[in-house]
């Protein structure tokens, strides 16, 4: 299910009647900051991933009596 141009063109035009052109761009830099937050948080846990050491597996002795 792709968003061909005519259903942009609707939803824009939705949102123009439905929120009004004042308000509309405060949505959208809303809705930019919140991306950009996300991003932020998602790419911090991957570098707190990344720099986590990997524990090699503990070789067993074993005992001879």
């Known amino acids: 299910m792709a968003l061909g ?3 942009i063109v609707l939803i824009v035009g939705a949102a123009l009647v439905i929120f009004g052109p004042k308000k509309l761009p405060e949505l959208g830099r809303a ?10 948080a998602t790419k911090g846990m991957m570098d707190e991933h990344k720099e986590t050491p990997i524990e090699e597996p503990k070789e067993e002795k074993e005992l001879t009596k």
Do not use: I
């Open 5 to 7: 141009p005519a259903s």
């Open 31 to 40: 809705a930019g900051d919140t991306l950009r937050e996300f991003k932020n």
